[in-house]
């Protein structure tokens, strides 16, 4: 057995699946989530997987009392932060709650981290921090900027990082900014389950294909796309959990490090294209109409992936098939 690592946010949708992986690759895991979008019984789902049921902590990376009694009983050698708001429409009606849960809870976790001497963290960023692309593929280089209250969240904690990377010696920090994660895990018993009205697409694409909702909105066909329709980089979320474990494979063996890299396959899919695929993996035909574009949304991205090669070793190895397939056995197994 390897290293214990936190996983904060660890029930939900990517860090359970890099539950897995940590697990797989050796590491005993304890996960930090207040469950305020996930369930608890992905751990017995996580346990079916893997064979080992991780530990788990009920609680908030904003309650400092809290992750000091975690640290103190726990002998962490690492965190994955994974504990942060993730829906780009709804922080532009809620940015108090983004910069109060985003990047409060960062500087909280920061500090108690600092506190106990762990100086080694993965934090789950976004291709968000682009802003609107003034060139393709995105390059860690591009220069930042944010159209929505989340990207700006994710942005402010990674100037908050580099800052504390630059005045404590020792830390050994990787920022990944990956594009869309979609899929689920191939053995269909954990994948992507939003409360209430998905606010993602393959979410919404796998319920309208199960019946769940009559339609799906396509928000903006004016785009300057091939076909009008938004295009992002699709990952599947097994490759994304795979990077994460290089990321900190990485963060181990170096003395002191600051690695920035994106995680993404280096591609990109329209609205349109991800609605016939996931047609073709269901066998179910997807209604949909097309409505005015949501505040803040761009209208391409997809990642320069040549880093994240170099640096760790790691590519994106599922295509489109497969990140419709898994998400339809996802959407299938009984709850």
């Not at 692309?133 to 929505?148: F, G, I, M, V, Y």
């Not at 339609?215 to 990077?243: C, E, Q, S």
Request: glycine fraction near 10%; charge should be negative.
């Amino acid at each position: 057995m390897r290293s214990t690592i936190l996983v904060t946010g660890g029930a939900g949708f990517i860090g359970s699946h890099t539950t897995v992986a940590l697990q797989e690759a050796g590491y005993r895991v304890v996960i930090l989530d207040n469950l305020c979008n996930s369930k608890p019984d992905v751990l017995d789902r996580i346990a079916q997987i893997t064979g080992i049921k991780p530990e788990f902590v009920e609680g908030d990376v904003r309650n400092d009392r809290g992750l000091d009694r975690l640290f103190e009983t726990h002998a962490i050698a690492a965190v994955m932060h994974f504990a942060g708001l993730k829906a780009v429409g709804e922080s532009t009606g809620q940015p108090l709650r983004y910069y109060d849960n985003n990047v409060s809870g960062s500087v909280h976790l920061l500090q108690a981290m600092d506190q106990a001497s762990i100086k080694t963290l993965v934090f789950s960023s976004s291709a968000t921090v682009y802003g609107d692309p003034q060139k393709l593929p995105l390059a860690e280089d591009h220069p930042r900027s944010a159209t929505n209250p989340y990207g700006h969240s994710k942005l402010m904690v990674e100037d908050i990082l580099e800052d504390l990377y630059r005045a404590t010696p020792g830390w050994r920090i990787a920022r990944l900014r990956y594009f869309n994660p979609v899929g689920a895990h191939p053995s269909g018993l954990i994948g992507e389950s939003p409360q209430g009205v998905p606010n993602n697409l393959m979410p919404y694409i796998a319920q309208v294909a199960a019946g769940r909702h009559p339609r799906l909105k396509v928000f903006g066909n004016d785009y300057d796309t091939p076909d009008g329709t938004g295009v992002r980089d699709y990952i599947h979320v097994m490759d994304l959990a795979h990077g994460h474990v290089a990321a900190l494979k990485y963060c181990e063996h170096a003395a002191q490090e600051l690695l920035t890299v994106n995680l993404g396959t280096g591609r990109g899919y329209s609205v349109l294209e991800m609605i016939r695929a996931f047609e073709h993996a269901s066998q179910k035909s997807i209604a949909y109409d097309i409505v005015a574009r949501r505040p803040g949304d761009i209208g391409a991205c997809w990642a320069d992936t040549r880093l994240a090669a170099e640096k760790l070793g790691w590519h994106a190895d599922k295509g489109i098939a497969e990140m419709c397939n898994d998400a339809w056995r996802w959407e299938n197994v009984p709850t």
